[in-house]
């Protein structure tokens, strides 16, 4: 389907962006949502996947985080904040152990240069990947990130092996879209 496709079934099904076609095709596959209640998403501007997650599981409790603003969203507690600084954020930080699912979609501006942009988005991934492990229910949380097909994904994956039991790489048909410089993929990490 072409990116205009794509954007213009977002927009008619009422999502803010058309990065829900992506993560739509991960959780069809996984059915990890029917198992979820509190979920954390981190980089959730402009909160397409966050209204994915309250459109497809009314039951769910949705915490969303990114540095940017975010309209909001129906049933989606939303905080302005780094992840950086996620500990400082009281309502979630008291939810520490206990979230079903992480989703993260959160990515750095990039530069334009390759092996910067490279760096800073392992550097984000890796920031993400601590916190998905500390925030996540050990005994059964699953986290699902959105990444990008570069050199350091291999040494990404071998991070996430040493914190989850089981990696997997998903390439959603909606990511063809992504042709720009870097193409991307999702890995979904079931728990320890
Ligand atoms: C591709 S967008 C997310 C799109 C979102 N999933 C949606 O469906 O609307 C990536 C987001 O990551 C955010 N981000 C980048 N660095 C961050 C950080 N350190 N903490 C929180 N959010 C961050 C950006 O501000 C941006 O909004």
Redesign the pocket.
């Known amino acids: 389907m072409h990116v205009d496709s794509w954007a213009l079934k977002a927009k008619k099904s009422g999502f803010?962006?058309r990065?829900?076609f992506k993560l739509d095709e991960i959780i069809q596959k996984t059915q990890v949502l029917k198992r979820s209640k509190y979920i954390l998403d981190?980089?959730?501007?402009?909160?397409?996947?966050s209204q994915y997650i309250k459109q497809k599981s009314k039951k769910s409790e949705v915490y969303a985080?990114?540095?940017?603003d975010m309209e909001s969203v129906e049933g989606v507690n939303f905080y302005q904040e780094?992840?950086?600084n996620i500990d400082t954020i009281d309502p979630i930080f008291s939810l520490m152990g206990s979230f079903d699912l992480a989703i993260s979609?959160?990515?750095?501006n990039l530069t334009g240069i390759h092996a910067i942009d490279t760096e800073n988005i392992f550097e984000?991934n890796i920031l993400t990947l601590d916190v998905a492990a500390r925030y996540l229910n050990k005994s059964h949380g699953s986290f699902i990130m959105k990444t990008f097909q570069n050199s350091m994904l291999k040494n990404l994956r071998k991070k996430m092996e040493l914190s989850f039991k089981i990696v997997q790489t998903f390439k959603p048909a909606a990511l063809l879209i992504s042709t720009f410089l870097i193409s991307s993929m999702l890995l979904f990490v079931a728990p320890r």
């Open positions: 803010r962006t990065a829900v981190l980089g959730s501007a402009p909160g397409g996947w985080i990114d540095i940017l780094s992840i950086e979609d959160i990515a750095p984000l």
